[in-house]
């Protein structure tokens, strides 16, 4: 069974820098793509971009290209969503989930529960 | 980017009637498309990709058409537990993007 088990919530000021996390488990965490989506309070669903693990090849939206940083670690089957300096704007859910097939071009196949940030001083 | 479209925004509907959600691309898409239920509190749900294509364990009442730049989902029979927000998504070209949604309510 795939699951994708993402970190709890976190609660920061802006200015401060935040690594969200995202385990999978029940396939091979290498051979797909894993991305993640925004959701802001109220609203809808936004391509943030996803990572290859297996060689951290990443494809960025432009909206969150410089505002944000993908990172995966192979040996623990772990994806990570970071940020240098928050700000109020990226209160949100943040969700992790991974492609259907090896292609890129792919569907968000399985989802993980979300991840809540909330930013604010 | 490609820009997709969604509509209605919501709908009232019961228990036991026909639904259809449309979704446009702004370009071509070929049948890189997929649909997505969202319930209130829960993440979403992957329902059919490839424009038609059900995804395991999701009711046959639910079904996808379309190719190209128009594309539909329809519920043959909306059951109580249908009522949520579905998305569109198309994974043509990067970014991916997905549609604003529409709400199904009673």
């Known amino acids: 069974e795939v699951q994708l088990v993402q970190s709890g919530a976190e609660v920061k000021k802006p200015g401060e820098s935040l690594k969200i996390s995202c385990k999978a488990s029940?396939?091979?965490?290498?051979?797909?793509?894993i991305g993640w989506v925004r959701q802001m309070p109220g609203k809808g669903l936004e391509w943030m971009g996803i990572i290859y693990p297996a060689d951290s090849e990443t494809r960025y939206s432009p909206s969150f290209q410089g505002q944000v940083t993908f990172s995966a670690d192979k040996s623990i089957n772990t994806a990570y969503l970071q940020w240098r300096s928050l700000k109020a704007s990226d209160t949100a859910m943040y969700y992790c989930?991974?492609?259907?097939?090896?292609?890129?071009?792919?569907?968000?196949?399985?989802w993980g529960r979300g991840t809540l940030v909330t930013v604010s001083s | 980017a490609i820009r997709m479209t969604q509509s209605p925004s919501s709908l009232s509907a019961s228990t036991g009637d026909r639904v259809t959600i449309t979704c446009r691309a702004s370009?071509?898409?070929?049948?890189?498309l997929a649909w997505y239920q969202q319930k209130p509190g829960n993440a979403p749900k992957l329902l059919i990709y490839?424009?038609?294509t059900l995804h395991s364990g999701v009711p046959s009442r639910f079904s996808g058409s379309g190719s190209g730049t128009d594309f539909t989902l329809t519920i043959s029979s909306l059951q109580s537990e249908d009522f949520a927000t579905y998305y569109c998504?198309?994974?043509?070209?990067?970014?991916?993007?997905f549609g604003p949604g529409t709400k199904v309510d009673i």
């Open positions: 998504q198309q994974y043509y070209n990067y970014p991916f993007t």
């Open positions: 490839g424009a038609s």
């Open positions: 370009q071509g898409i070929s049948s890189y």
């Open positions: 029940g396939y091979s965490f290498i051979d797909y793509w």
């Open positions: 989930a991974v492609q259907r097939g090896d292609t890129g071009f792919d569907d968000f196949q399985f």
